[in-house]
């Protein structure tokens, strides 16, 4: 596709429940990011892969939260047992850079609401 | 501790004026910056960015103004559009790193 595929575009989860949050990048491009937005505020960095690896996962809340890329392209972004604080809007970026010096292209996110 | 802040959460201007949108900083790390539009259940879009060796960059109706002693930097619309009206990010990347620091962000609403 042209740009960067998130699904689904919502969730809604019990309290408990695990996730799985999908991103299709845009082909060929080599870095991936995952953004966590809460309501109200910017986004948050998560995690940063550079093809399959995962060089940057300072930004994980928790070890509730877990990032793949396991081919380099398509990423999964899973939360174990969740909880009311993860609710928000999660996005994923791409760039064809390994140091992008352009802004990445997002895609238009999933809305996880945790009840 | 908030290392990128937007101090206005929303700004009203009628079209055709100037819109003014501003970002302070604190980390002296950061040395590249770079200006996000959202609409509404949409993902980011990337506006303009501006490197730190600059003061000035500019695109169309878009100008970035970067002041590095008082870390703080603008975006300026000129002349303002109803098509404008979005929520603007700023954005600040540390030149060892690839992660981006947003600020809070402006809502910009330009009324015709």
């Known amino acids: 596709g042209a740009g960067v595929s998130q699904s689904p575009r919502y969730k809604v989860a019990k309290r408990g429940q695990d996730v799985a949050l999908r991103c299709d990048p845009i082909s060929g491009h080599v870095s991936l990011f995952w953004y966590q937005q809460a309501l109200g505020q910017g986004p948050e960095f998560l995690t940063y892969f550079q093809n399959e690896a995962q060089l940057d996962k300072s930004g994980l809340p928790s070890d509730r939260f877990f990032a793949e890329r396991p081919e380099g392209s398509v990423s999964t972004l899973k939360i174990q047992r969740t909880q009311q604080e993860d609710s928000a809007v999660y996005l994923c970026?791409?760039?064809?850079?390994?140091?992008?010096?352009?802004?990445?292209?997002f895609g238009s996110g999933t809305r996880l609401t945790v009840v | 501790d908030q290392q990128v802040k937007q101090n206005s959460p929303s700004l009203s201007v009628q079209e055709g004026r100037i819109s003014i949108l501003n970002c302070d900083y604190t980390?002296?790390?950061?040395?590249?910056f770079l200006w996000y539009k959202k609409y509404p259940a949409e993902g980011p879009t990337f506006l303009i960015s501006i490197s730190s060796i600059k003061d000035k960059n500019e695109d169309g109706r878009f100008t970035v103004f970067l002041n590095k002693s008082a870390k703080h930097l603008s975006l300026h619309i000129v002349p303002s559009q109803p098509g404008d009206s979005a929520v603007y990010f700023c954005a600040a990347r540390p030149g060892a790193g690839n992660m981006l620091t947003f600020g809070g962000g402006t809502r910009l609403m330009v009324k015709p």
């Open positions: 970026a791409s760039s064809p850079y390994t140091k992008p010096l352009y802004g990445y292209t």
């Open positions: 980390n002296s790390m950061f040395d590249y």
